[in-house]
């Protein structure tokens, strides 16, 4: 996917849209990925302190074959802003890099940030703590999800730049 965009270009274009179909997500995010911009269709995961979904997602395909050829995804994951719990670190970033996911964000807590910086994958979170999760393979996925109160669906598409994160109901780049 072409990562020539803003999102404030995004926006300014978008501005006069009450529709509901372009959001913008709440300025909380962190950037903790080795790459800084970048955009894809959205598969999500709701868990709770318990990453056995996120892991699921990011050892499967992070891309989609389309007529424009093959097309990096983002995973969105409610995990409810939690602080006390790490839903991702390196070794799931790790995984996400290898299998072609664009980048992740996170409504939670990440860890292993030095492995993070470095991954070829764009990250996104509230904040860094070194506890991990419990595994007891609770959650749901690709369900619309409510991200600091704004809603994300699977398949929607998310856009992530220094500046901040949107989300359309269609491409917009």
Known sequence: MNVDFSTCDLCDAQKADFSGIFRVLAPVFRDFGGVKKFCGPVETVKCFEDNSLVKAA???????????????KVLVV???????????????????????????????????????GKAN???RALASIPMPTDKRNEGQSQIPVQIQGTWVRPGEW???DADGIVVSANPLS
């Open 58 to 72: 990011v050892d499967s395909p992070g891309w989609l074959e389309t007529s424009a050829g093959r097309v990096a």
């Open 121 to 123: 994958v764009g990250i």
């Open 78 to 116: 409610d995990g409810g802003g939690s602080l006390r719990k790490a839903l991702l670190g390196g070794n799931l970033v790790a995984a996400a890099s290898r299998n072609g996911w664009a980048g992740m964000v996170v409504d939670g807590c990440v860890r292993d940030l030095e492995e993070l």
């Open 158 to 160: 998310l856009y992530a």
